[in-house]
């Protein structure tokens, strides 16, 4: 039997003020070419792999 899943907790105060900053903060940030590309072969062999 499965376990089951807890109800994820509402942030509020500095909590939700210090998540929202990271947000804003990581919104502009790129990912290198490099890796982008990694994970797209990755994702494709993946899928190729798969068996749907």
Do not use: C, W
Request: net charge positive.
């Amino acid at each position: 039997m499965a376990t089951p899943i807890r109800e994820t907790p509402v942030l509020s105060g500095k909590d939700s003020e210090r998540f929202l900053k990271d947000i804003r903060a990581n919104e502009s940030k790129r990912v290198p070419q490099k890796d982008y590309d990694r994970a797209v072969r990755t994702y494709n062999k993946l899928m190729k792999n798969a068996k749907l």
